[in-house]
Every structure is written in structure tokens, then in C-alpha cells.
């Protein structure tokens, strides 16, 4: 019997490449939760266009030649810098979408746009117009005060002319974005090149704290979560966990002082479901049977 040899034709994974992503996807997921720049672009497209919104449909992984291939012609490409850096991040407008908010900017909210054609003078100072105030409200936000600002500096309007501003093997990450305009539906593609990411998005992730804030959880009061309190901790062995029996006495680590010559009293730590996310520092107390706990303060940490 003849063996035929199979070989795995596996894509070779570069540890960079998938660290950008996931740390994007991260931004991506922080964003969605706090939805401050969902809510700065949604109120940025109702003033300029009208009935519109949008929604991230897909994020995939190209090289700069395969973006460069991919781009229509003709095209309404924007690129924007971070002065002082050098890479550049680029929008992909499809023609009908571009020359539809154009028309929507000048006040026609009757139709859409099926032209096409290269933008004139006019219509490209109304549309950076808009985008300079998109990159303005993005700069706003609470977390992007201390940040780096996104400023607009062309449009190109050939596919083949983004080719001098991209190393054509270097990774490009693509976040495709549907938008609606009134009834008009298109298509914006945000191009992030790895040089860019790690220059800007990424470098900011590290001032990155996670907090509770008020509007953040009042968006999930409908869910009933678990509230408890810590008293004490410490930790074991794998052996010593297989090891215990009824009976032993285990002794938790900690300053709480919970058990005084008066009964119980002292501090704990109320921590809200799995407790990663910090705790809020209380003092302790007992009415009768009933435990009663008093705020103190926020802290941070698990």
C-alpha cells in the first residue's frame, strides 16, 4: 500500500502581530463598555447628517499590499497622523458613502448619493470638515484629555497613491464599519497599521484603570449580582488543600483585627462578584445577629 505524505500547510503565527490584536480587541471591548466614544460619534453623525448610526461589523488582518489592492478607484481615502509621530492611520470611504454625507453636510436629507466620481474642492473642505470634528470629540473624552490627538492631514482619492505611505508587508489591521445614513447603508474601513498602533492606541493602555463608574453600571441594572465580604486570606498548597479534614484550623493572613475583647468589630473588604475588579474598604459591626458594614473607602487592586 502506498503512503502518500500529507504536509500542514499552517499559517505561521507572529507573536507580535497576534499580541496587536488582542490588545486591540481589548481597546476595542473597553470602549464598547464605557461607551463614551459610542455615544461622541453617535452625537457627531445626528448633528452633521441626521437619522444615522453605525455598528463594527468585522475586524480582519491584512498586509499593506493587500490593503493597498483593495481599495476601489475611484476612492475617498483620509489619512490621519499624531503629530509628533510618523505612522499614519487611514479611512476607507466608498464613493456613494463619501458623496452621500457630503450631501447630507449641504443639507440634503432627501436622498442618497449613487455617483461615482472624485469629490470637488468644495465637497472635500465640507467632509474634512467633519472628520476634523469627529478626531476634536475622540480628543475630549475623559480617558483622551492627557492623550495623543488624531489630526487630519488629506484625502487621496487613488488607491495606488496610499502605496508610498505603507510598507506593503507590514500588518494592517482593518475595523469595517457599517453606517447608516437615513436609508442609505455603506461601508467605512479604518486601516491601523501595526506602526501605528504601537506608537499610539497601545502606549496609552497601560494608564488604562478599571472603574465602576455610575453611567457604566447603570446600564446593567437589570443584573443581580453577588456582594460579599473579605475578612481575612492566605494561601496554600495543592497538598495542603488534599490534605484537610474536618476539624483542622486554617488561619487567614490580614490586619482586619475582627475578633476583639468587646466581640467582633474591625474592618473588612466588600467586593462585588468574582471581587478583580477592587473593593470598597468597611468597618464592621454586629446588631444582634445582623452584620452591618459601613463605607469607607474605594480600593483598588484585588
Known sequence: ?????????????????????????????????QRKLEKA???ALAEHLGSSSFKIEMMSELTGEEFCSRLSDPAIIAIAGVVPLTSKCFIDLDVATGLTMIERLLGNHEGSSWEKRRPTEIEQGVLQFLLVDIFSRIHQLEDSKEG???????FLFEGEKVRSYLDPLEKIFVVGIRLVIGKFHGFVRVGLPASFLEETLLSQEENYEASPSPERLLHYRHVRFPIWAEA???????????NLDVG??????????????????????????????????????????????????EMKGV
Do not use: W, Y
Open 1 to 33: 500500500m502506498s503512503v502518500t505524505p500529507f504536509h500542514l500547510k499552517l499559517k505561521k503565527i507572529d507573536t507580535t502581530s497576534e499580541k496587536l490584536k488582542s490588545d486591540l480587541m481589548n481597546i476595542l471591548s473597553r470602549l464598547g463598555q
Open 41 to 43: 460619534l453617535s452625537q
Open 232 to 242: 481575612g486570606r492566605t494561601s496554600v498548597t495543592s497538598a495542603e488543600v488534599a
Open 148 to 154: 495623543l490627538q488624531l489630526r487630519f492631514e488629506r
Open 248 to 297: 483542622d484550623v486554617v488561619v487567614f493572613e490580614g490586619e482586619n483585627n475582627l475578633l476583639t475583647e468587646k466581640g467582633v468589630g474591625g474592618s473588612v473588604i466588600l467586593r462585588i462578584g468574582l471581587g478583580n475588579e477592587g473593593g470598597i474598604v468597611s468597618e464592621i459591626s454586629l446588631n444582634g445577629r445582623t452584620a452591618h458594614c459601613r463605607l469607607i473607602e
